[in-house]
């Protein structure tokens, strides 16, 4: 049974990989890829990374890499080789973490079980993202967010060496400039992280060099020409209604995602728990299973609020749902830490959990059976309308509702010529001719 069990805890992981390579293959460009795409045509790398950071905001490490990135996106597959290098450097950056840790802390688990459960906390982390459409799947957007993600997880792995090596230096440096560049939630969070070490006098010496060079990193971006025009035309919100918002935007968070996030993460979390339960001695003594439940659950209310109160404050408005993924990691994390202290604190056998890994791999094969369909249905639909679009010479080109786009995010455009989605997918066409959606058959 253990051996059944093993090797259906890698197939629930090789399943969701192989989701999201499906997914990947028929992802789709949508709204403001359509309009680098255009800048492209007829401005320098250099001319957009200029306008983007004296005009619009000033994230430099993420437009750095946004727009070298496109600049070859007419290249086969482009879209999918990024997708693709993207999980591929953030599940590096997981079994890179999981390594340190395991040596760290002595657990011995062999290197096999490393990269098997780094798969299964990537699956973790992807329910625990409210919105991985716009985080995980959409470009534009997936370089700012899912981006600063990957580095977060390369830093921390500096935490869990004790032989510290200059090229582990280097990379936890530049993992946090990224960071500070492009992520404001993510870097406050790291920098209040870092500020507790220091209190704690743990690890004196990289904290205060990452708090350094974090710090340098987000004030280039918060002190940009472009941010401080962006932030004169944001309302300001007072204490109270700024208090409410951020409570509304938490309570929409935890409660309205549920079903989408929070429940299919537990359930995939479930090896975490055996993991636990392989382990001959308890690592953590002093672990209470309802105490530390209570406490994990404050946790995660309290990175929650912490997250939407930054980007309410920033916004003077409800936060985007792709702003949480700084409180999806730390979520990701506080679930699969429960889960494996829980089965290392447990002397029972727990047949259950084992059933429920079955039911886990049940459940990822119809999934990935339903979400082939309409991710297949929706890239044939873009494709299709594209073509048409490019093969029509009317001054108003009329175009029919795209399907649902399930995980990618939909480029679907308006029935008003003057939205920007239209005219962005205008400008990223390269055509003149006006583009309106319509309902008529």
Known sequence: MKFKTTYLIGLQAVLFI???????????????????????????????????????????????????FLQYHETSFFLMVYNVLSIGLLYIGIVSLAKSINTYYKLNFQKNKVLIYSGVFL???????????DTWLWYTSSIVYLWSSISLFFALKILFIER???????????????????????????????????????????????????????????????????????????????????????????LFSIPQT??????????????????????FKKFNPMKDLGMSLLAIILVVYLNHLMVVFALGGL????????????????????????????????????YIIVLNVIGLMVFNVYFFNIHRNYAKAVDERIDFIMTHDKTTIHVRPLPYSGYIYS???????????????????????????????
């Open 319 to 354: 936060a985007p749902d792709r702003s949480g993924i700084a409180s999806s990691i730390f979520i990701a994390i506080i679930i699969t830490r429960y889960f494996f202290l829980l089965g290392n604190a447990h002397q029972h056998k727990f047949e259950l959990m084992k």
């Open 18 to 68: 192989i989701f999201l390579l499906v997914t990947f293959f028929f992802n789709r460009f949508a709204v403001d890829d359509f309009h680098f795409i255009g800048e492209l045509r007829n401005s320098s790398f250099e001319d957009i990374y200029n306008h983007l950071y004296n005009d619009w905001h000033g994230r430099w490490t993420s437009n750095f890499l946004l727009i070298y």
């Open 262 to 283: 929070f429940i299919p993460a537990l359930f995939l979390a479930i090896p975490f728990y055996l993991l636990g339960k392989t382990l001959s001695t308890h690592i």
């Open 123 to 133: 699956s973790v982390f992807f329910f625990c993202t409210i919105s991985p459409n």
């Open 164 to 254: 510290k090596r200059f090229f582990d230096y280097i990379l936890f440096g530049f993992s946090l400039i990224y960071v500070g560049g492009s992520n404001e939630p993510l870097t406050s969070f790291i920098a209040i992280s870092l500020l507790i070490l220091i209190f704690k006098k743990i690890e004196i010496k990289i904290s205060i060099l990452g708090l350094v060079l974090i710090s340098i990193s987000f004030l280039i971006n918060y002190m940009s020409p472009g941010t401080i025009q962006r932030d004169l035309i944001t309302p300001s919100l007072g204490v109270v209604d700024l208090i409410l918002y951020s409570g509304y935007s938490t309570i929409k968070f935890a």
């Open 411 to 441: 480029a679907e455009i308006t029935d008003n010529n003057g939205d920007f989605k239209n005219q962005h997918l205008k400008n990223g066409l390269g055509i003149k001719n006006d583009i309106v959606l319509t309902t008529d058959r």
